[in-house]
């Protein structure tokens, strides 16, 4: 058994990384347990494949210790950072912080309480299947919502098998490991050869399902890709200037949980305010299909909503081998609206709901995850932290009468719903007071990296006992996630059968900026960092340098406080 005073990192992507190493800064001893072989998680060496570029403008994964290089190949990918510039600098990151603290290739079993209130975390070692019990003071869960993949039961390769279906079906999440496979086994599409039906099927709207569709296509392979609904794009033709992107004007055009500028109430509980909210978004929906010149009766067109939604892709400028790029040019076929029911009796197609059969050599299940906490805990301790999701006990009414969410779109049925009980998406609120146990990535943001960082500060300062602005019992902590998550309804009636548990417990897609203000806020240090007056503040560029200082102001604030301890103490 390891030593009980080590924090115990599971995860080490983004969250995980910039955890240890806030963790490591404020005195504690990390150790990070992957199932990977290297960093990243799902950015990781063995993950990333050509093509792949990051769903965010420059700078939004990045971490305030690390500068980050410009994208290397800008003009291919519209700006964005590609898969390799992000895998790079993930492991520049862990090479220079965390060195000596990753155990590799170690899938966790297990995580439960053990009888003296420390934490005993079951491993295997991938390599040698030798299994482990190790034993940490403190537990920070970083494993995502993008890891298990979601395999529908009538798509599955067992199902192929049974259905006798002779071509290859494999999850998204699998993509790199069979792609050098699967362009050896699939020829390149003969020029001018009309695309009516793709030896490729990619099953899924999202990102996932676009990226390997363009990746293919780039290839020369002939793919089709099947969904009922894509995911809405944010794209331009030349990019923003950063007073739009980078700053806080996309986040107050979103409603939050609470408004506390004028601004935001005037936009958000205003019929005027309303209107314009509504024009500015239904602007930016319109004009980022025009710039792919989509026509009117596309199924790209048949998209989640860039307001109500949070399936949002940032296309970033105009590229023509991009996803979008290669439909317009006629290059990928859209089998859509459309689901696929099951294999066909050939054992060489698809068929879908609406009668037809699809040819299929190879199927990519693009459908999804689960939640990468089910199988690391057993039903008892889940129970005991209060971790899994449940039916809603708040019901949404007219809690916030705001006007800018007037006429929503239908949501589902109150049966089909699920509420959360983590407390700011960090910590399981019936474990409130134990103060041994967090989460950092389980909030979906457009942000990660600033995000990410002030969550590591917050959950530093909460095993710290420092003075934070806390609920005062597990009680209010639970009545405070159970009014989140009927916010979550209220604002993403559609949304939660989407994301996952360890990807749902707070939605602050645009409103990241508002989400990182409350952290701060908890850690009693200045919020809104970008600055401003009352007229120039929405449009500041907001800027990693805010929070370098984070680490030094809450040691600042803890001295006193702890010097009072001391003298209660003597």
């Known amino acids: 058994m390891a030593e009980a005073g080590i924090v115990c990192i599971i995860g080490a992507g983004a969250a995980g990384l910039v955890t240890a190493q806030i963790l490591l800064k ?10 990977d072989k290297s960093v990243g998680g799902v950015w990781a060496r063995e993950r990333i494949y050509p093509g792949l570029n990051l769903n965010n403008v420059h700078g939004e994964f990045r971490f305030s210790s690390l500068f980050m290089p410009p994208p290397s190949k800008a003009e291919e990918s519209g700006g964005r950072l590609t898969g390799d510039d992000l895998c790079a600098y993930m492991e520049t990151f862990a090479n220079m912080f965390l060195d000596g603290k990753i155990r590799f290739e170690t899938e966790v079993l297990g995580i439960r309480r053990s009888p003296s209130g420390s934490w005993f975390v079951t491993t295997e070692d991938r390599r040698s299947a030798d299994q482990q019990v190790l ?19 009538y ?10 279906f002779r071509g290859l079906v494999f999850h998204s999440t699998k993509f790199r490991d069979h792609l050098d496979a699967l362009l050896q086994k699939e020829k390149p599409a003969v020029p001018g050869e009309s695309v009516d039906g793709g030896s490729i099927v990619v099953v899924g709207g999202g990102k996932s399902a676009q990226d390997i569709a363009a990746c293919l296509t780039n290839f020369g392979r002939k ?75 596309s199924p790209l067109r048949n998209a989640h909503s860039m307001f109500w939604g949070i399936r949002t892709n940032d296309e970033g400028a105009y590229r023509a081998n991009s996803f979008h790029g290669l439909v317009s040019s006629g290059k990928i076929e859209l089998v859509a609206p459309a689901r696929v029911q099951g294999f066909g009796d050939d054992g060489r197609s698809l068929t879908l709901n609406n009668g037809k059969i699809l040819p299929a050599d190879v199927v990519i299940l693009a459908t999804g995850y689960t ?14 932290l209060g971790i899994s999701r449940h039916p809603p006990l708040m019901k949404v009414a007219d809690t916030w009468n705001y006007t800018s969410l007037n006429n929503p779109p239908s949501s589902r049925p109150d049966n089909e719903q699920w509420a959360s009980s983590i407390y700011r998406g960090i910590v399981p609120a019936k474990n409130l007071d134990k103060r041994d146990f967090a989460i950092n990535g389980a909030v979906f943001t457009t942000n990660n990296g600033y995000a990410f960082e002030v969550t590591a500060h917050w959950i530093s300062s909460y095993f710290l006992r420092d003075n934070m602005r806390l609920p005062s019992s597990a009680e209010e902590a639970l009545a405070s996630a159970e009014r989140n998550s009927a916010w979550m309804r209220k604002r993403f009636p559609d949304m939660l059968l989407w994301v996952n548990e360890s ?54 604030r803890r001295m006193p406080h702890q010097e009072n301890l001391n003298l209660k103490e003597d």
């Open 371 to 384: 939640s990468s906490w089910t199988n690391i805990f057993d039903d008892e301790t889940a129970a005991e």
């Open 26 to 35: 404020d005195g504690f001893d990390v150790q990070i347990i992957t199932r």
């Open 503 to 556: 990807y749902s417990s707070g939605l602050a897609f645009w409103t990241w900026p508002q989400l990182v203000d409350e952290l701060l806020e908890d850690m009693r240090l200045p919020s809104m960092r970008s600055g401003g007056n009352w007229l120039t503040w929405p449009f500041k560029v907001i800027d990693l340098k805010e929070i370098a200082n984070v680490g030094d102001q809450r040691r600042l």
């Open 135 to 153: 034993e940490f003071s403190r537990i920070v869960l970083c494993t995502g919502g993008c890891s298990n993949p979601n395999i529908p039961g």
């Open 155 to 164: 798509l599955s390769p067992v199902e192929a098998e049974k259905s006798r």
């Open 223 to 297: 793919v089709a890709v099947v969904f009922e609904t894509t995911d809405a794009i944010l794209a331009v033709s030349s990019p923003l200037p950063d007073f739009i992107r980078k700053s806080r004007f996309l986040g107050i055009l979103s409603p939050h949980i609470e408004l506390k500028t004028r601004l935001e109430r005037f936009l958000h509980t205003t019929w005027l305010g309303s209107k314009i909210v509504h024009f500015i978004w239904d602007k930016i929906t319109s004009s980022s299909l025009d710039v792919y010149s989509v026509p009117k009766n």
